[in-house]
């Protein structure tokens, strides 16, 4: 992990970067693909969304949350990926829901700069990594 500063302007030039976005989006499609066949499952996505922490934790204290209210979460969010309701995640679905969701965020962000703590290999994380690269070829 490493404190990173960012703004919308990060996310929405990472995004927008068909390439390095798409190297992204294939890569961590492969790795959350434990089984290699071409999509994910429930229980392949759950393992990445519990591993964010993000409903067991309050600033970064361990919290207690009621079990059905966070597996109505996953289900939830299991939902937005899987477009087509066929109760697996494609390519297509995991990078269009993924798209949506980054720029949501940047949308929220605003124009002022943030300080933020990123996972090493979090597409924030490459975002950022993919704009000082930028700024230090010019």
Same mark, same amino acid.
């Given at each position: 992990m490493s404190v990173e500063v960012l703004d919308s302007a990060t996310i929405v030039n %990472?995004? +927008? =970067? +068909?390439?390095? %976005? !798409?190297?992204? /989006?294939? =890569?961590?499609?492969a790795h959350l693909d434990t089984n290699h066949d071409g999509l994910l499952s429930y229980a392949e996505l759950l393992k990445e969304l519990q591993s964010l922490r993000v409903f067991e934790t309050h600033f &970064? /204290? =361990?919290?207690k949350t009621d079990p059905k209210e966070v597996a109505h979460v996953y289900d939830s969010l299991f939902v937005q990926f899987d477009?087509?309701?066929n109760g697996t995640v494609d390519l297509e679905? %995991?990078?269009a829901e993924t798209k949506r969701m980054?720029? &949501?965020m940047? !949308? &929220?962000? &605003? %124009?002022?700069?943030v300080q933020m703590l990123l996972e090493e290999g979090s597409f924030l994380k490459k975002a950022v990594e993919r704009e000082s690269s930028k700024l230090l070829a010019a």
């Open positions: %990472f995004v +927008e =970067d +068909e390439e390095a %976005f !798409n190297v992204s /989006i294939r =890569d961590r499609f &970064g /204290i =361990d919290v477009h087509d309701s679905e %995991f990078k980054m720029l &949501g940047a !949308n &929220g962000m &605003g %124009f002022l700069p």
